[in-house]
């Protein structure tokens, strides 16, 4: 199987429960930020997105919030299903003059428990 | 949706042999991208691309090289494959003149250099 999930926290979720899976960002200056689900033998799948001049963004069955002040960012995923188990991560997008980048977290493993 | 195509999913090379890996998009996305993906390293930028013959370098373009030709198709090249070039590569595309749209990834070719 796929490499990818290896060394990378774990949450355990049972199925039916709410999962709060979260990121903490490092730049000040990011102004946009994107949540991403990579199942196994699959590359990374868009989720949702949310830029700086907004603390929430909902989409289907998942909600992304956003605390600047903490550099924090958590993705809610509601009545949590076996297929959303997967690894999470999120990136951050920062632009400091000619020099843009999009910086990406090393993931979390989600694990749903039937 | 968008599709983002990768020719290969699994390739063997040998240490020395040029390797190329080809994606594909099919949204008329200007921009597109190559990653490495590696177990407590997360996704690396290799190179990317805002035009057709236009390449950046990312964060770790040594040993590497690309090719635009063609506004839906960019190239992957190592010139000469290595051992440390064993990884997980996945090719991403995306709409915006910026960074700051989501990115779209194929679903990956796993490179093993013997």
Known sequence: ?114 | DVKVTQSSRYLVKRTGEKVFLECVQDMDHENMFWYRQDPGLGLRLIYFSYDVKMKEKGDIPEGYSVSREKKERFSLILESASTNQTSMYLCASSLSGEMNSPLHFGNGTRLTVT
């Open chain 1, 1 to 114: 199987g796929e490499s990818v999930g290896l060394h990378l926290p774990t949450l355990s979720v049972q199925e039916g429960d709410n999962s709060i899976i979260n990121c903490a960002y490092s730049n000040s200056a990011s102004d946009y930020f994107i949540w991403y689900k990579q199942e196994s033998g699959k590359g990374p799948q868009f989720i949702i997105d949310i830029r700086s001049n907004m603390d929430k963004r909902q989409g289907q069955r998942v909600t992304v919030l956003l605390n600047k002040t903490v550099k924090h960012l958590s993705l809610q995923i509601a009545a949590t299903q076996p297929g959303d188990s997967a690894v999470y991560f999120c990136a951050e997008f920062s632009s400091t003059g000619a020099n843009s980048k999009l910086t990406f977290g090393k993931g979390i493993t989600l694990s749903v428990r039937p």
